[in-house]
């Protein structure tokens, strides 16, 4: 009788690799697998290289903005397929998709808050939701909020990303560009302030209108945040994209913007701002 | 004027063949063809108003995009007079692609800001193919505001693929260019009347496309993507631009439909590029109609009016909610 028994074969390990996804997800910063628990304790920071990871628009608000002060508006506006837009899926299986996939209507909330303290008319963009292109819908809320500022005389806020104008509402989504820079222009009128935060990725035509705009602009570390796509400006000008190019530090060097701003400073930074240019706390 | 076909042309220009033998034919053998001629020249005329009747959403594109069309500086050529055209941002460099400068509209003292393509490889190079660099923009607010302090109506002529995806782009923010346009046109204290002569490509077209009254030529097309990058994003090949392009709503009559654009101006029969003259002087019409309304609005209700146009503009359906809930 032998004293040592061979232990029977196990697939241990390889069952540990059949965990449900997304309770671990990769670091696009440093490659390393990071625990989702760990994740949401460090506000979808990487804990190991400080990359930021997308953030749903709920955890933005819901760490931004003084307990229970966020007040939601425009909460039921829906987006229309206008077009009858068909290509390899249609606007409406995809509108379908994404709101059974987040759990939101479309790819922004807004409403008014408070930031220690500071009333601001508040929007932040969902990238989950359709890359959180602006069509309409984003385009009146966004718009809506800010005349809210304008009427309340409150600071606005807006937390963006976003893969550019919707082209499954064609030229419509492009007027939202107008009409969110229009806003602006009579919210700024009245010398009230608007903080325009860039998380990864802000592009094209968000990039373009109101995200440009901030009397003070903040990124978020390494976020990525340009004009064109880095695809499209290879194959037009053949030539080598320089390193850390469109990157929050990128335009930083080149003075584009004010500040990067870690996210775990970001509700304080905000709130120092506020106290500069705001009266009404 | 003479131009290569495009491909949807191809049976009028075998039909005008055709015309041409039977015509040399009648002079050879001495024989009286002259019905056949004139049934022939009805029929030449009966396809061509069927074809450009018809012309579907790339068709258009194509015209909008023909190397004989009239470009922007075509136009101030022939609409306008005593033209000084204005160089530079004062911060950079000059822009070839965004030509600005003054101009008078028959009576009317104005500035012009405009996109201006190239016709052989040379004038491309120089024009950039139309596309503009932050500079260009800047230099288009520069002269805005030049025309706001001597109460000069702003006249822009959009004919733009798209603003310039370059590096150098980048890091002179051509987003922040175009941003800022859209904001201080928005409240210009001059009338601004803007046209889409040839292609409106997305945020490149609309950077200088903030206005009291948007026109639109016959065959222009306007639209959010190019119907090529639609096409690469949507079915993933750029084969489909035809289909892209029907899909996009980016016509004349569909953005009439859509509200984004206030009057349509015809073109000459087969597209602007077939008699210049013509096209510019219906656009030269349209424009001193336009202006001379703008004018006769005080500035206040004008600005009011302009924001109205814009804020407008979107779909979305929202529930009814009661007051107070």
């Given at each position: ?24 997800q990769k670091c696009d910063g440093c490659g390393e ?72 209507i479309d790819a922004v909330l807004s409403g008014h ?169 | ?325």
């Amino acid at each position: 009788m032998a004293i040592f028994k061979k232990p029977a074969l196990k697939t241990e390990s390889r069952k540990k690799r059949e965990m449900p996804p997304g309770l671990w997800q990769k670091c696009d910063g440093c490659g390393e697998v990071v625990h989702e628990i760990e994740l949401v304790e460090n506000d979808r920071v990487c804990p190991r290289c400080d990359y930021h990871f997308t953030q749903t628009a709920k955890e933005r608000i819901a760490k931004l903005c003084d307990p229970d002060s966020f007040v939601e508006l425009d909460a039921g506006l829906t987006s229309i397929d206008t077009l009858k837009f068909q290509g390899m899926a249609s606007y409406k299986d995809r509108l379908r998709k994404y709101q059974d996939k987040t759990g939101l209507i479309d790819a922004v909330l807004s409403g008014h808050a408070l930031i220690e303290g500071y009333k601001v008319a508040i929007a932040v963009m969902d990238f989950s939701f359709l890359a959180a292109t602006m069509g309409s819908v984003v385009g009146e809320r966004i718009t809506r909020v800010i005349e809210y500022g304008t009427a309340h005389g409150a600071a606005v806020v807006i937390v963006a990303a976003s893969g550019g104008a919707r082209m499954y509402e064609g030229m419509l989504s492009l007027m939202q560009m107008a009409k969110t820079s229009g806003a602006l222009a009579l919210h700024a009128e009245k010398r009230l302030p608007f903080i325009s935060v860039l998380t990864n990725p802000t592009t094209a035509g968000v990039m373009a209108s109101f995200s440009s705009l901030g009397d003070v602009i903040i990124a978020e570390p390494r976020a990525m945040v340009g004009f064109a796509g880095p695809r499209v400006i290879k194959e037009t000008t053949h030539q080598d994209l320089p390193e850390r190019f469109q990157t929050a530090e990128f335009l930083e060097e080149h003075g584009l913007i004010d500040l990067i701003v870690h996210r775990k400073q970001l509700r304080m930074q905000l709130a120092q701002l506020l106290a500069y240019f705001s009266s009404t706390r | 004027m003479d131009s290569p076909p495009l491909d949807f042309e191809k049976p009028i220009l075998e039909l005008q063949r055709r015309l041409q033998e039977l015509k040399s034919h009648s002079d050879k053998h001495e024989i009286d063809f002259d019905s056949e001629v004139e049934s022939m020249e009805l029929k030449i005329r009966e396809t061509r108003r069927q074809i450009y009747e018809n012309l579907t959403a790339w068709q258009r594109v194509q015209i909008a995009r023909h190397v004989r069309r009239p470009f922007a500086l075509d136009y101030i050529a022939r609409c306008f007079t005593d033209w000084v055209e204005l160089h530079g941002d004062r911060v950079f460099g000059d822009d070839k692609a965004m030509p600005c400068g003054l101009a008078k509209l028959g009576p009317y003292r104005c500035v012009v800001i405009s996109q201006q393509k190239g016709r052989d490889t040379k004038e491309n190079v120089k024009r950039n193919f139309g596309c503009a660099y932050p500079e260009g923009y800047r230099k288009a607010l520069r002269v805005m505001r030049l025309g706001e302090k001597f109460n000069l109506p702003v006249m822009a002529l959009i004919d733009t693929p798209g603003a310039y995806p370059g590096i150098g782009s980048e890091e002179r923010h051509i987003a922040e260019a175009i941003a800022v346009n859209l904001r201080e046109m928005m409240v210009l204290r001059v009338p601004i009347i803007a046209t889409v002569i040839g292609e409106g490509g997305s945020g490149g077209a609309l950077g200088i496309g903030i206005a009291d009254r948007v026109l639109i030529l016959e065959n222009a097309y306007y639209s959010v993507i190019s119907p090529e990058a639609c096409s690469a994003i949507l079915w993933k090949d750029r084969k489909h631009a035809p289909e892209a392009a029907e899909a996009l709503k980016l016509t004349a009559d569909d953005l009439m439909r859509l509200g984004v654009v206030d009057e349509v101006v015809s073109e000459p029969e087969g597209g602007a590029h077939r008699d210049h003259d013509l096209a510019a002087a219906n656009l030269g019409a349209a424009l001193r109609r336009n202006l001379k309304r703008a004018l006769e609005t005080p500035i206040d209700e004008l600005l009011r009016e302009r924001y109205a146009k814009f804020r407008k503009l979107g779909n979305f359906a929202e529930p009814k909610v009661k007051n107070g809930a």
